[in-house]
Structure formats: C-alpha cells, structure tokens
C-alpha cells in the first residue's frame, strides 16, 4: 500500500466532499475503486461525468494506479 493524494475541482469537489484527500491504496485499485470506496454509489455519477488523470495524464477510469502519487478527478470544461 501507498499513500494517493486525490484531488477535485469544480463541481467535483462538491460532489467528493472535498477539494484534496490522501488515502492509502494499492497498486492494483482504480480510480474507479478509488472513488466507490469513498463516496459508494455516487461515485457512478462523478465517473460518468468527469475525467481522470494519474500522475498529471488523462487516463481510463479502469486503468490501475500502480505507484503513483496522485490522481485528479476533473470536470467537463466550457467556454466560449
């Protein structure tokens, strides 16, 4: 196990509870787990609506954390 920092922006954090969170994980969990473990069916709604990104890149909600020190949970962005 290590220690993952996670972070939320924008709606995100409303929905997460929180705009930063460290929690302990294995290599093997996914940002998916990740999220289920922390706000249970809810979760559902984050990760069909926002992206992710481990270690700063864009990643699959499904793709392990492995080592890394951090992932992001982000908003759909609009603008004009």
Same mark, same amino acid.
């Given at each position: 196990?290590?220690?993952? +920092?996670?972070?939320?922006?924008?709606?995100?954090?409303?929905?997460? $509870?929180?705009?930063?969170?460290?929690? !302990? &994980?294995?290599? /093997? *969990? /996914?940002? +998916? &787990?990740?999220?289920? +473990?922390?706000? $249970?069916?809810?979760?559902?709604? @984050? #990760? $069909?609506? #926002?992206? &992710?990104? @481990?270690?700063? !890149?864009?990643?699959?909600?499904? *793709?392990?954390?492995? !080592?890394?020190? !951090? @992932?992001?949970?982000?908003?759909? &962005?609009? $603008?004009?």
């Amino acid at each position: 196990m290590h220690q993952l +920092r996670i972070l939320a922006f924008a709606q995100a954090r409303s929905l997460l $509870g929180h705009a930063e969170q460290i929690l !302990e &994980v294995l290599p /093997t *969990d /996914t940002p +998916r &787990v990740i999220l289920e +473990r922390l706000i $249970g069916n809810e979760s559902e709604q @984050i #990760c $069909g609506s #926002c992206r &992710v990104a @481990i270690n700063l !890149e864009y990643r699959a909600w499904d *793709d392990p954390v492995g !080592e890394a020190s !951090e @992932i992001a949970v982000i908003p759909p &962005v609009s $603008g004009g």
